[in-house]
């Protein structure tokens, strides 16, 4: 029959086993690509200027 393991050994491993754990999931967040893909810019029609900014209006 195995020997007992004391409290504080489990508990250190247990800790690092959570070290090890958050370790890897932040290595894996951040292993997604460096640039993401920018997103088209809007067609538009000649002689419209494209709008930027929902507070800007245009009158003719």
Known sequence: MPD???????YGRALAAAVAAMAC???AA????????RPPAPATEPGTVPV?????TVTR
Do not use: E
């Not at 930027?52 to 800007?56: A, G, K």
């Open 4 to 10: 007992r393991t004391r409290t504080a050994g489990r």
């Open 25 to 27: 999931l932040l290595l």
């Open 30 to 37: 951040n292993a997604g690509p460096a640039d993401t893909a």
């Open 52 to 56: 930027t900014d929902s507070l800007v």
